[in-house]
């Protein structure tokens, strides 16, 4: 992920200082995560 990253310094402690604790979505949405509740309600 890291590869074509202009600073990957940068990038991985952005991501690290972001992480968000629900490891089913990213740390942009949380846990309004539109990806995620389109996977959940498909899956019932």
Not at 14 to 40: F, P
């Amino acid at each position: 992920m890291f590869k074509l990253a202009i600073d990957k310094e940068k990038a991985k402690k952005m991501l690290n200082e972001r992480c968000s604790d629900d490891l089913n979505s990213c740390s942009i949405c949380g846990k309004m995560c539109a990806m995620n509740t389109i996977n959940q309600t498909s899956r019932c």
